[in-house]
């Protein structure tokens, strides 16, 4: 199936109580379950999810050739997961280009939880191999990155993420799905801010990852 395909079908399934083709928003914070937790429906709390966030994460997984994706509410949320998910100890390298958001949480949160983190310009690959440490486990790249809309070759840092057992992370936010696809040049997660191009509109926040 091609990708303009998936684009326009993807996460689009009639709704199965109506059959209606425009989904209902569902604001339900708390669903039917039983007297231990059982989820007849597949969702017990909001938090958890809902048909709503279950329908976006199937669709940004399917237009970026993904196994599994999770929507937070914001880019940032997105990102401070990911990275919060690293091993106490971690070391990550990250663009010396890259969002402000992204430089604050390397510069001035990852410390407070216990990791380590190098400035790297990802353009210059030898730069990159020689800001890994054996504590390495997650090389962030942003490509284009903002502001600079400086550009990295994902492949190549995908090969020296995973020589050293590490991961490769990939803010795609600026090219799209349609134009950059990080996971199949090698990378494990795509890290989108939905608030930007794949909102479109300026009326929404959010945020996403995206799993190989």
Same mark, same amino acid.
Do not use: F
């Given at each position: 199936m091609k990708f303009e395909t998936r684009a326009v079908h993807a996460g689009g399934r009639p709704d199965p109580a109506t059959g209606a083709v425009a989904p209902p928003i569902h604001l339900s914070t708390t669903y039917e379950h039983g007297p231990a937790a059982e989820t !007849?429906?597949?969702y017990i709390y909001i938090r958890d999810g809902n048909p709503t966030q279950?329908?976006?994460e199937d669709a940004l997984a399917a237009i970026e050739d993904g196994a599994a994706a999770l929507v937070f509410g914001s880019g940032m949320g997105a990102a401070a997961a990911f990275l919060q998910a690293m091993p106490a100890g971690a070391h990550v390298v990250? !663009?010396?280009d890259v969002y402000y958001g992204v430089r604050a949480l390397a510069r001035e949160f990852l410390p407070r939880w216990g990791m380590e983190a190098s400035a790297v310009d990802m353009s210059d690959l030898?730069?990159?191999r020689a800001a890994c440490r054996p504590a390495t486990k997650l090389i962030w790249a942003e490509t284009p990155s903002n502001p600079l809309m400086q550009?990295?070759?994902?492949?190549a840092l995908a090969g020296i993420a995973h020589e050293r057992g590490a991961l490769l992370a990939v803010d795609g936010t600026f090219a799209t799905p349609a134009l950059q696809r990080p996971?199949?040049?090698g990378a494990d997660a795509v890290h989108h801010s939905t608030t930007k191009y794949l909102g479109g509109h300026s009326d929404v926040q959010g945020g996403a990852l995206v799993f190989r």
């Open positions: !007849p429906l597949g279950t329908r976006l990250y !663009p010396d030898d730069a990159v550009v990295s070759d994902l492949a996971l199949e040049l």
